[in-house]
């Protein structure tokens, strides 16, 4: 069973940055996908970025050039940089891994908020 924490959300100003992370139970990152996703008041969860066991990554059009995912193997844990920050971005971001054998994980949510 993989468990999954994230942490630091929290309010910013426009225009500001801010470094969600994702600490993972187990040695997970080289065999499987890691998203985040969001989701803000009254829409649908969506997709943000993706980070793969390659090492490769996506990213929602929306966010290109200003989120960057990573991820550190060592310690289990996975980032998502946020900069110039958009009330738009405002939503509970959601850490989420699925293994070569189809199997879900999601995380309970951190919140941001984008507000002077």
């Known amino acids: 069973q993989v468990q999954l924490v994230e942490s630091g959300g929290g309010l910013v100003q426009p225009g500001g940055s801010l470094r969600l992370s994702c600490a993972a139970s187990?040695?997970?990152?080289?065999?499987?996908?890691l998203d985040w996703y969001r989701q803000a008041p009254g829409k649908q969860r969506e997709l943000v970025a993706t980070?793969?066991?390659?090492?490769?990554?996506s990213y929602q059009d929306s966010v290109k050039g200003r989120f960057t995912i990573s991820r550190d193997n060592a310690k289990n844990t996975a980032y998502l940089q946020m900069n110039s920050l958009k009330p738009e971005d405002t939503a509970v971001y959601f850490c989420?891994?699925?293994?070569?054998?189809?199997?879900?994980?999601w995380g309970q949510g951190t919140q941001v908020a984008v507000s002077s």
């Open positions: 989420h891994y699925y293994n070569i054998h189809g199997t879900h994980y």
């Open positions: 187990g040695n997970i990152f080289s065999i499987g996908v």
């Open positions: 980070i793969r066991s390659s090492g490769s990554t």
